[in-house]
């Protein structure tokens, strides 16, 4: 059984900062693809960020390149996503997600698990 556990969500003023955690039970994150997903009121959900188990390769949505970071300790089993410069358009409830292979795919059908999901809110 695969759990995935999220923490870190909350309220923060635009261009802060706020860091993401996913801690994973059931499978080791270096042999998996992980993904961030999430969803604004009223809109689909939408890929944000994915890590490949295999390599750790890493792959992002377009608006956040440059400010958010994906991570993983594979001694913790956990996955972090460090998301700076935040701003009001970024206010969603952000998902955990793994997939039974190790390579990235960008939609929500493709992803096997799902964690209980985490608010942030960026205020203006």
């Known amino acids: 059984q695969v759990q995935l556990v999220e923490s870190g969500g909350g309220l923060v003023q635009a261009g802060g900062s706020l860091r993401l955690s996913c801690a994973v039970s059931g499978r080791t994150v270096s042999s998996i693809a992980m993904g961030w997903f999430r969803q604004a009121p009223g809109k689909e959900h939408e890929f944000v960020a994915g890590i490949s188990g295999s390599g750790g390769r890493t792959y992002y949505l377009e608006s956040v390149k440059g400010r958010f970071t994906l991570s993983r300790d594979n001694a913790k089993n956990t996955v972090y996503l460090q998301m700076n410069s935040l701003k009001p358009e970024d206010t969603a409830i952000y998902y955990c997600?793994?997939?039974?292979?190790?390579?990235?795919?960008?939609?929500?059908?493709?992803?096997?698990?799902w964690g209980q999901g985490t608010q942030v809110t960026v205020s203006s």
């Open positions: 997600t793994a997939r039974e292979n190790s390579g990235v795919r960008f939609g929500v059908r493709d992803y096997d698990y």
